[in-house]
């Protein structure tokens, strides 16, 4: 994106348009704080129900005490029905939004420009939240996110590359396909050197597989960690083993056995000999017992951020993919390091790379263009030889 160097616009009209970003920005944040809420969740629509609610009672918030920042502070942070807290975050979601929004106008001007920047912004926060809550980067923020992204390019004059509407076009696909088959590359790699998680217990633990009422999938518990059923079971050929004391599969019992599980289906194999026996997932509604061994496939990255790469690329074109994916790695790399140095590794281990993308993407919208040409400008000036 080209950011604009002079403004002709009168101060007074300027600081309008500034008052009006940061305060349509705050609002936008209102309503992704509704999307990182509610998309995640099966059978939740970020447009039903209309208004915003409490997630404790249910309580259907009015408009005079939606507004973003303000009602916040006047609630002090609390349910106006139950008094139940509700989170900070949802304050600090919409003064982000709401000053990226205004960092942008300043930056690119009063354009098209700005308009796919605060897209990209939204994209960006709402993507990071549900990452670190879920460790799923949707497909309606991904896919969707490319798609817009492609779109912009083909509509906004100078987007990617200072040119025709094609050749930004073919900048955009280029960079989603970069991006999306970069992070393919190093997630099949990765599956290779990286493939088993085996976890042991010195002395037994439980473990179960149910499914609540309405959920999308099934969950794995294990001791006190727990992983949807999609994150473990990534490719058809994906097996999950567990060497269990005891097993209870619906109302049959076993003793000392080794559980291979797939997508499909599950085979007991009875450690002191026998025949194997293998059951359809869809005939066991759920599974439990105690084991001592897990070996559990995983992935060095998950196919989301495949995706996510795919929409960094329609939007900013190949350069911005190699800076994102460099960037990314390295504040991934400065956070668990600090982490580990403040004695807080867990910490770290809970934050997917998402939001370190994203981060390195954001970057690149303000910064990388202008670090990119400084880095190559060093190339340029060879020192003299006397």
Known sequence: MIPSNEYTLPPHTLTTIAIFAFAFGCCVGSYLNVVIYRLPIPGLSTSKPRRSFC??????IPM??????????????????????????????????GLLFLLAFMYFGWNWNVLAAWT??????????????HQILPHEITWGGAAAGVVASALIPNL???????????????????????????VQLGKMAFGRLK????EPVEWSVSQAE??????????????????????????????ANTAKLDDRSFENIILTMSNDSVTVVPQAGGEPETISLEKIKAMSGTCTNVEQPREAMGMGDANWMACVGAFFGWKAVLFTILAGSVIGAFISLLMIVL????????????????????????????????????????????
């Open 343 to 386: 004695r807080r590794r867990e910490w770290a281990a809970r934050i997917p790379f998402g939001p370190y993308l994203a981060a390195g993407a954001m970057i690149w919208l303000f910064l990388g263009p202008r670090l990119l040409e400084w880095y190559l400008s060093l190339g340029r000036a060879a020192p003299e030889v006397s």
């Open 64 to 97: 005079w005490q939606n507004i973003p920042i303000v009602s916040w502070l006047m609630l002090r942070g609390k349910c106006a029905n139950c008094k139940a807290p509700i989170s900070p975050r949802y304050l600090f979601v919409e003064l982000l939004t």
């Open 214 to 243: 309405g959920a999308e999938e099934p969950i794995f518990k294990v001791a006190d960690q727990e992983e949807g059923w999609s994150n473990i079971f990534n490719r058809t050929t994906d097996r999950m083993i567990i060497r």
């Open 55 to 60: 997630p404790l009672c249910k309580y259907q």
């Open 120 to 133: 990209f912004i939204s994209l960006c926060i709402a993507g990071s939240y549900i990452d670190m809550d």
């Open 199 to 202: 976890l042991s217990f010195d």
């Open 160 to 186: 990617i590359v200072e040119g025709t509407w094609w050749a930004n076009l073919l900048h955009s696909l280029g960079g989603a396909a970069l991006g999306y088959g970069l992070i393919f590359a190093i």
